[in-house]
T-cell receptor, first 111, second 113 residues
Framework: LAKTTQPISMDSYEGQEVNITCSHN???????ITWYQQFPSQGPRFIIQ???TKVTNEVASLFIPADRKSSTLSLPRVSLSDTAVYYC????????????FGAGTRLAVHP | ETGVTQSPTHLIKTRGQQVTLRCSSQ?????VSWYQQALGQGPQFIFQ???????GRGNFPPRFSGLQFPNYSSELNVNALELDDSALYLC????????????FGPGTRLLVL
């Protein structure tokens, strides 16, 4: 499974847009890109998933360039409650697949 | 919120003891995965169960074992506990064929003294 690289930490302020970029140079043709959010002492929560171009849901947007070697999670107008660890994962579509988590990006949103 | 429940929420054991953690998967999900998360690190895959059989395993010794029941609930058993087994143990359920989208429970915090 492809390895991912993302910043260890980021800081932002309430109301700002936050973009977290993840590098996955060895992504395979059938790999999807998935982002999870985790609050302290809770299990990770699925945020968004995509394969190419742009995906948007009620929580976030995911931008994937044509070469798919990176992806950017965009959180619009963050609030204090968005303070969490964000994980980028890549994996094959369908069948057996374990999720490989890296260290994630610790986002701190300040008032 | 996700429908995945785990018990107990917290547990304290001593070295050498055995522990059983339980997980009820989200309704309709047939696959259960277990993860270990040490403080400050991302979750590490232990194993996955599908159709009551182990369907993949991470880099964990055999003293970590599991079960899946006909109702898709699952147990994680750890024998001969070591201090390094202290961690948050997470259960995640999913549909076979869509394991990128896993729904995690709140976890069980295990402390080994």
């Amino acid at each position: 499974l492809a390895k991912t690289t993302q910043p260890i930490s980021m800081d932002s302020y309430e109301g700002q847009e936050v973009n977290i970029t993840c590098s996955h140079n060895n992504i395979a043709t059938n790999d999807y890109i998935t982002w999870y959010q985790q609050f302290p002492s809770q299990g990770p929560r699925f945020i968004i998933q995509g394969y190419k171009t742009k995906v948007t849901n009620e929580v976030a947007s995911l931008f994937i360039p044509a070469d798919r070697k990176s992806s950017t999670l965009s959180l619009p107008r963050v609030s204090l409650s968005d303070t969490a660890v964000y994980y980028c994962l890549v994996g094959g579509g369908g069948g057996y697949n374990k999720l490989i988590f890296g260290a994630g990006t610790r986002l701190a949103v300040h008032p | 919120e996700t429908g995945v429940t785990q018990s107990p929420t917290h547990l304290i054991k001593t070295r050498g003891q055995q522990v059983t953690l339980r997980c009820s998967s989200q309704s309709g999900h047939n696959t259960v995965s277990w993860y270990q998360q040490a403080l400050g690190q991302g979750p590490q895959f232990i194993f996955q169960y599908y159709r009551e059989e182990e369907n993949g395993r991470g880099n964990f010794p055999p003293r970590f074992s599991g079960l899946q029941f006909p109702n898709y609930s699952s147990e994680l058993n750890v024998n001969a506990l070591e201090l390094d087994d202290s961690a948050l143990y997470l259960c995640a359920s999913s549909l076979y064929g869509d394991q990128e989208t896993q729904y995690f429970g709140p976890g069980t915090r295990l402390l080994v003294l």
